[in-house]
Structure formats: C-alpha cells, structure tokens
C-alpha cells in the first residue's frame, strides 16, 4: 500500500516538474523573441536560393551572337562626295567578365562581317558593287557594365566600352572599275542596352542591342584619296554569362 502510494506521489511529482521545465523555456523563448525579433526580409533572403538574388558573381565567361546593320557612310574627296552602303551581317564577341554587384567589367573579342553592297558616286548616281567587298571588324573591349536591377532575377542593363579595332576590307569591284581594298587599325568603341535573366545561381541569358563605331580614316581605292567617317553600324545580340 505504502508502496503504491509512493509510486503515486512520484509519478505526480515526474509530471509537475516536466510542466515547469516546458514553462520555463516557453517563457524564456518568448523574452528573447521580443528582445531580437526575426526581420522578415532577413527569414526571405535565407529560404531563398541565390537565383532569387540576380545569381551570378565574380569571375564569369560571356558569349553572344548575333546580327549588324552598317550604317552608311559619307566620304569626302576632292572631286566631291560619296556615300557608300553595306549589306547586313554577322556580329559576335566572347570574353572574360567579372561581376560585383551592381556593376560588372568586360574584356571581349568582338566580330562584325558584313559585305559593301554599292554607292552614289560624286554625282549621285547609285552603282551597285558586283564582287567583293568583304568586310570584317574584329575588335578588342574593355566594357563596363550597370545591372539597373541586380538583386532580381530579371534585370535591365546598360553599358559602354573601347578598345582597338582592325577593320579588313577585300578588293571590291562596280560593273565598270575595280577598286583596293584596305586595312586600317582604328579606335573602337561600343555601347548597349540589354535584359539578362538569371537561369540559376551560376548562369544567364540575355538580348542587348548594340552600337559599335571606329575612328574616321583615310583610304585610297587606287584612283582618288577619301576621309571617311566612323565605320559604324547597328546590332542585336543574345548570348549566356557563365560564373566559375
């Protein structure tokens, strides 16, 4: 008897000491959550993987290809003045970048190919051009960059960059005369705007468009000198950004 009753008092002591102890934590939970309550941003920002940061920094491989449109160009000589056209083509660069949020620097190699289609002579008489006149920008940037939005996931973006460019233009010829092509090693410079959208933590895509231009130079096409302006033309790109 003596026994059970024992039994009874330490079992009913076992659960009121279990009740304080599960009390006593309770509360002091609750102080130190009034004292440091937890941000919801901070609670966010942890549950979220970084794709939901903008993904991407430090060092990254960048590539694009595309399309270029030349704008005409206006050449000065002394019997007068002419202005000559190219036909659209291909446009591409790849390179090394690195990203420190929210701006990011570039070093590429870029290409534009495009071909000359023909030109209004000094008295404005169109002559279309019937071989030849393979063009070829090949070009060395250093660019830097602005993600307007580089914590989101989808971003706008703007950038600016120079460096040298090597334009190679092939012998050409018009139905009655045919014409030097030349080489010429230029000032380069480029500008774009684009959308980047971050596929996860290490990658994105993106579309830019793009304004690329040279130096004025001088040629002479085997029959009078010329001062001609930028070699210059409109682009549009998609490529993939790569973090390592």
């Known amino acids: 008897m003596l026994s059970s009753k024992y039994s009874h008092y330490l ?12 009390c006593l934590s309770l509360a002091t939970y609750c102080m130190v959550s009034v004292a440091n309550p937890a941000k919801a941003e901070d609670i966010q920002i942890q549950e979220s993987a970084p794709i939901s940061q903008g993904g991407l920094s430090g060092f990254y ?23 000559e ?59 830097v960059y602005w993600d ?12 600016v960059g120079m460096g040298l460019t090597f334009l190679n233009v092939g ?13 010429k090693s230029l000032f380069g410079y480029q500008a774009k705007a684009g ?22 130079y001088n040629t002479n096409d085997g029959f009078d000198k010329w001062n001609n302006p930028s070699f210059s033309s409109w682009g549009a790109q998609t490529g993939l950004r790569i973090g390592f």
């Open 85 to 143: 056209f190219s036909n659209p083509g291909f446009s591409g660069e790849v390179g090394l970048g690195y990203e420190f949020k929210p701006l990011r620097l570039e070093l590429t190699y870029a290409l534009d190919a495009s071909n000359l289609e023909g030109y209004n002579n000094v008295s404005g008489k169109y002559f279309k051009y019937v071989q030849g006149g393979q063009t070829r920008k090949n070009s060395a940037f250093a660019s």
């Open 171 to 183: 012998a050409f010829s018009d139905p009655g005369l045919s014409y030097q092509g030349y080489s």
């Open 11 to 22: 079992k009913m002591f076992s659960q009121k000491h279990v009740l304080k102890s599960l």
């Open 61 to 83: 491989i960048t590539t694009g290809v595309g399309a270029n449109w030349p704008i005409d160009r206006v050449g000065k000589g002394e019997r007068g003045i002419f202005t």
């Open 148 to 159: 307007l939005l580089a914590s989101k996931r989808l971003s706008p973006y703007v950038g």
């Open 195 to 216: 959308l980047s959208y971050a596929i996860n933590h290490r990658s994105k895509v993106f579309a830019e468009a793009v304004y690329r231009g040279t130096s004025s």
